[in-house]
């Protein structure tokens, strides 16, 4: 037996979490924590790997093709908004650890895999109760990554919220956090409110893994190439460095490939989210270097002939859209109610629809993210852990008694944060 083979089939026996080794007693599929993805980035240097949004399983399909390519570990994840109780997906939460246990079992895929849910908005006493409930039915269900994201709530609120919430989380999951809601060139997060939140959570012996900002970049469909901001991300990055901190890049669809190399080579971003463009490639539109789709003098989306979903399908698609009035950035909600007629469709046109996300996927973990070949690595940290759990990055560096609820408030009123305006900014 290959020492490779060895070592995978070792990291197969101790680094499934629990919740995995339940659910999926006979696997062969690789599903770990985010902390062992996150410390292969971080031991290769200058790289991040793609998370990718799995909004339909020709997406989730193709990004595990390509990652095998390119041996690479990667992320499969859903939003709240995407696959939470409210979902316009059919992947969600609760069905999204079995959709790649599957898949990695059926094609061999052999890289390790983390499970996130992303964006678990906390936007009031409400979403708090909720989550007390459903976050553990989540991991019951194959999740192992979570980002608690309160970062809609007045600094103080956030990291109350991120305390209170995370006794539900285990402690060998791998956890991000964030500061600044995603809203483009609006509401821009700063190196001192991410500070106040991770030296907050560092006096509760919490140490995410990583930390999401408003850095510049939006969700969806990018109108302008303005994008990332990486002296902003470097700044943040720089001000919490000592406490081992990795970024966590939203919104990459609307970034050049040349400013999402200059985020891995230049910032400690070892996650880059990836959602839009791959559920247009999926569809078989047209996108640009951007990830976005290219649109017509008319102003309507190019479907590309025989690849993505059939034409016959894509014009009930956009009859429905048109039917429901939704603009083109609302595109997204057709996952949901076309799903199971995506499915249905010949493995030629679903084998094709995957094929093109896989194109799109292998390109950027080898030739943007410098993903390449962290397979191993994140096999290796599973291996010298000895176990599923890596446990936190940083000990334990504040005071707690400097860090209580009243503290809390108090040192809060001295940050100068600008939420940026009101709306849904969800991803």
Not at 194 to 206: K, M, S, T
């Amino acid at each position: 037996m290959a020492q490779h083979t060895q070592d995978f089939e070792k990291a197969l026996e101790i680094g499934r979490p629990p919740n995995i080794v339940k659910l999926f007693p006979n696997s062969k599929a690789l599903i770990v924590s985010g902390k062992a993805i996150d410390r292969a980035m971080i031991a290769k240097g200058q790289a991040m790997t793609i998370a990718a949004n799995g909004r339909n399983s020709a997406v989730i399909r193709g990004a595990l093709i390509a990652a095998q390519k390119a041996n690479a570990a990667i992320i499969i994840e859903i939003a709240k908004s995407e696959g939470g109780a409210n979902a316009y997906c059919a992947v969600n939460f609760w069905n999204m650890a079995s959709h790649v246990d599957g898949i990695c079992n059926e094609l061999g895929i052999t890289i390790p895999v983390a499970i996130h849910a992303d964006h678990y908005a906390l936007k009031g006493d409400k979403d708090i109760e909720k989550a007390k409930v459903e976050i553990p039915s989540m991991f019951d269900a194959g999740i192992t990554s979570i980002a608690i994201d309160a970062s809609h709530l007045p600094d103080d609120q956030n990291l109350l919220a991120n305390l209170e919430i995370n006794q539900y989380i285990p402690k060998w999951a791998s956890l991000e956090t964030e500061v600044g809601e995603i809203k483009g060139t609006q509401g821009l997060s700063t190196p001192d409110e991410a500070l106040f939140l991770i030296q907050g959570l560092n006096a509760h012996d919490i140490s995410p893994d990583w930390i999401a900002l408003n850095n510049g970049t939006t969700h969806g469909i990018e109108a302008s190439d303005a994008g990332i901001q990486v002296e902003l991300t470097t700044a943040v990055h720089k001000a919490i460095e000592k406490y081992r901190v990795s970024g966590a890049q939203h919104g990459t669809s609307g970034n050049s490939s040349d400013r999402l190399r200059e985020i891995a080579a230049n910032t400690n971003t070892t996650k880059a989210n990836v959602a839009t463009a791959l559920q247009m490639i999926s569809w078989g539109l047209k996108v640009n270097d951007y990830g976005n789709a290219i649109l017509d003098t008319d102003g309507n989306f190019n479907k590309v002939t025989e690849t993505g979903v059939t034409e016959e399908l894509w014009a009930e698609m956009v009859d429905y859209a048109n039917g429901k009035g939704l603009k083109k950035g609302d595109y997204k909600k057709l996952n949901l109610p076309f799903e199971n007629k995506i499915v249905g469709q010949s493995s030629e046109v679903r084998d094709r629809m995957a094929q093109g996300v896989a194109d799109f996927v292998h390109n950027m973990l080898v030739n943007v993210f410098n993903a390449g070949d962290t397979a191993p690595l994140a096999i290796e940290a599973i291996l010298k852990a000895g176990s599923y759990d890596l446990g936190p990055k940083a000990d334990r560096m504040e005071d707690p008694a400097e860090w209580t609820s009243e503290k809390i408030a108090e040192k809060a009123k001295s940050l100068d944060s600008d939420k940026g305006p009101a709306g849904d900014f969800d991803d």
